[in-house]
């Protein structure tokens, strides 16, 4: 037999090897059907359904009473409606038009803490730090919804 055959005999024999080795893989045609489902359960061929819209709870600023925290050093929840403000962007914050220390006054609105005048360096600013520039990374509008998970939070007995 010359080389040349005997290669392409080797390449046929080494690929039957592999037909072979799929027909019988576990998951195969062969094995057991095992349906392709999402992490939280849905089958991953149903169509995703966009999320309920839901109104926030909060009207206007100045309607409302503070929501009363939960535990030590919780960012206030905030209590009134934010869906009529601007987008907080790099150039502005409508936030800090009420709440940031030269305003809060005048706006009867809770003035930003301390902890919001600190730089990462820990220098004393007159001004909110960038660092807490998007305050509703920290800060949540409210919503009248269920719990996404059944959980048994209790919070610290408020204040008096
Ligand atoms: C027009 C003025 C105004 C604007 C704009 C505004 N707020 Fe307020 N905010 C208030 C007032 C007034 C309150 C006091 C509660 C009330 O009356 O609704 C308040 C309450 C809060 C509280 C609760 C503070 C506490 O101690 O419980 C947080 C947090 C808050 N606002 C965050 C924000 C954020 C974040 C934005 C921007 C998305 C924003 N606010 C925009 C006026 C304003
Ligand atoms: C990194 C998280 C974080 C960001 C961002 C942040 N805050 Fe806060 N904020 C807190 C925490 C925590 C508290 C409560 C503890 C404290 O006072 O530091 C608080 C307290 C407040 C209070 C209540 C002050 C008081 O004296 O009771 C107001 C009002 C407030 N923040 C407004 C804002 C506004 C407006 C912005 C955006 C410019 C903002 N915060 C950004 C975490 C944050």
Excluded: W, Y
């Excluded at 045609?29 to 939280?40: E, Q």
């Excluded at 839901?54 to 309607?63: A, F, I, T, Y």
């Excluded at 930003?112 to 600190?118: A, F, K, P, Q, T």
Aim: glycine letters at 6%.
């Amino acid at each position: 037999m010359n080389r040349t055959l005997m290669a392409a005999m080797a390449a046929v024999l080494a690929g039957s090897v592999v037909l072979a080795a799929c027909a019988t893989a576990p998951g195969g045609p062969a094995g057991p059907v095992t349906p392709v489902a999402s992490l939280r359960g849905s089958d991953a061929a149903t169509q995703d359904l966009a999320p309920t819209v839901r109104e926030q709870v909060g009207r206007k600023p100045g309607l409302q009473d503070r929501i009363a925290r939960t535990f030590v050093g919780q960012p206030p929840l905030i209590p009134h409606a934010t869906d009529n403000f601007d987008e907080v962007t790099l150039a502005d914050n409508q936030c800090l038009e009420c709440h940031a220390v030269q305003n809060a006054v005048k706006k009867s609105a809770p003035r930003i803490s301390d902890s919001h005048l600190v730089s990462a360096t820990g220098q004393k600013l007159a001004e909110a730090d960038s660092r807490r520039h998007a305050c509703q990374l920290c800060h949540v509008p409210q919503f009248d919804a269920p719990p996404l998970v059944e959980n048994a939070f209790v919070g610290a007995t408020p204040k008096k």
